[in-house]
């Protein structure tokens, strides 16, 4: 079976116009309002609004006139506000960012206590100024040793990185348990046990309440960011690929040399329609390369996030019943597409680099429509909207396509071996050559948007950036054998779930 790229851009890819057989609502929602709100958001806000009512009732639910009421519930509030608070609507996260804050909570209402009671004992002894003198030292010791602790390295990380939540709520905790203690109160612990007692209250008040509304596994997630990341790999790889056909085939800049020294002057010249862009994507060459930039900038955002997550599959109640080995298999897989996905995202940085800094490469009309034929496959390949089936031909026809850039390798190599002498770009500039850029191309060059002025073409360069693209190529076909082993251990994982539920 053989799928040429332009039958998948034109038909498979873009999403179907025909009229739907639906009957019109007679309710319509304003498009305004329907381009602010999604599925997730409105869960969130349900999620958010259900948490905060109910953890309200322990500071509505007593009457202000009556003494006994429940004390301090304002902690309850405020603590399922905090651990509430993330709009993936994750469980695991949840239950994660709960643990620290008990932690937290615990180990500096700890301190607070003893060294509020050390204080009470200097105070007896010795008075108040003892006792402020007292505080103000274990203040300074504590906070010494818990922040010199948290920023230690355990293994190949700083603890903070790992439990700076619960940290910063040790040092609150200690404070707020500590400052009663130097005042004239009966009961100055009484303000430490009530606050220890309602953030305990909250978090499994949160727990329950987002294991109740809306909660989402945390293997979901994951395998949403997954499918972003290998889509931005792909539309990079494309957007860079096109770039390059562009670039190397309108040669960018044309020298003028009627006025002044050679170099002096560049145009650009009018760009032509190519035969292999598409009105539907989303490649515009005027803005080619910020668009390779803006993929491969929010590729490393996501990429961060989704590693970061990766540590909230133990705390994941959805995944009670999993084998220990399916858990790392998978975990061992998303890390895998990921770092491959990462690694094209290096590579196309690089040759969006070359492109920027040398223009006049020496390739042929061949070498330009493989560029954008690979970089269309690549992006079509590594899109989720595409069944297995379809993506696996393309697959194909790329690997066609890197049997023929690679004799085009072995085809410049020879070239190149040919006479290196003359294929290699002159280093050497006289005086009045050097004299002529240093005076005119860096206003030129304003911010490093331009194109040095000395820098020429040659078929040593231009091999250079065609094994770069074969590379990247390989590099694509890895990424999509890796997320269809991927695939596979989620659906093992899908199954045991439903088979959990059922049960």
């Given amino acids: 079976m053989t799928v040429h790229f332009s039958d998948v851009e034109t038909t498979t890819l ?37 948490c905060l009512t109910v953890s309200s009732l322990f500071v509505l639910a007593p009457h202000p006139e009556h003494e006994g009421g429940f004390r301090q519930g304002m902690w309850v509030l405020i603590t399922v506000l905090f651990v509430c608070w993330f709009p993936t609507l994750d469980v695991a996260s949840v239950l994660e960012k709960s643990a620290q804050r008990l932690l937290g909570t615990l180990v500096g209402a700890a301190l607070g206590l003893a060294c509020g009671f050390l204080s009470l004992a200097v105070k007896e002894a010795h008075g108040f100024r003892a006792q402020a003198i007292c505080l103000g030292g274990c203040i300074a010791l504590v906070t010494f040793a818990v922040c010199s602790y948290a920023t230690a390295r355990v293994g190949q990380a700083r603890l903070i990185e790992k439990k700076n939540y619960a940290t910063i709520l040790c040092m609150l905790t200690f404070t707020i348990c500590l400052v009663p203690f130097y005042s004239m109160s009966d009961k100055p612990w009484e303000k430490s046990i009530l606050r220890v007692r309602n953030v305990v209250i909250g978090c499994f008040l949160g727990v329950g309440l987002s294991m109740m509304v809306f909660p989402r596994p945390t ?7 997954l499918t972003k990341a290998v889509e931005l790999a792909g539309e990079s790889a494309e957007a860079v690929l096109h770039t390059a056909a562009d670039v190397f085939a309108e040669n960018a800049y044309q020298v003028s040399q009627e006025d002044g020294p050679p170099l002096s002057s560049r145009k650009r010249m009018t760009v032509r329609r190519r035969k292999w862009r598409n009105a539907e994507s989303d490649y515009s060459f005027e803005h080619g390369h910020d668009s390779v930039f803006a993929k491969c900038e929010a590729a490393m955002k ?18 009670i019943g999993w084998s220990k080995d399916l858990l790392e298999n998978f975990k061992v897989e998303v890390n895998q597409t990921l770092s491959r996905s ?28 493989i560029f954008a034929s690979v970089g269309t496959l690549i ?44 294929q290699m770009p ?8 050097h004299s002529s850029i240093s005076s005119s191309t860096m206003d030129d060059d304003k911010d490093g948007a331009g194109t040095p002025k000395h820098v020429e073409g040659s078929h040593v360069c231009s091999l250079l950036f065609l094994q770069l693209a074969e590379h990247l190529a ?30």
């Fill in 379 to 422: 992006r079509s390949m590594l899109s989720a909207r595409l069944d297995v089936t379809t993506s696996d031909a393309i697959e194909e026809e790329l690997r066609t396509n890197l049997v023929e850039m690679r004799r085009m390798i072995v085809d410049l190599a020879a070239t190149v071996s040919a006479s290196p002498e003359a």
């Fill in 474 to 503: 390989i590099r694509s076909v890895r990424l999509y054998e890796s997320r269809k082993q991927c695939d596979g251990v989620s659906q093992q994982a899908k199954k045991l779930r439903t088979s959990l539920a059922v049960k």
């Fill in 14 to 50: 873009l999403r179907s116009t025909e009229p739907t057989d639906n009957p019109p609502s007679s309710f319509h929602v304003p498009k305004w309002l329907l381009g602010h709100f999604d599925r997730d958001s409105l869960q969130f806000g349900v999620r958010m609004s259900v």
């Fill in 302 to 319: 996501d990429y961060k996030t989704t590693k970061a997550r990766l540590g909230m599959l133990k705390y994941d109640p959805f995944n």
């Fill in 342 to 369: 990462m690694r094209i995202q290096t590579t196309v940085v690089l040759m969006d680099g070359i492109i920027r800094n040398d223009p006049n490469h020496k390739f042929s009309e061949d070498h330009l429509d």
């Fill in 219 to 225: 293997v979901p997630i994951l395998e949403e960011k």
């Fill in 426 to 433: 002159s280093t050497h500039l006289d005086r009045s050559t």
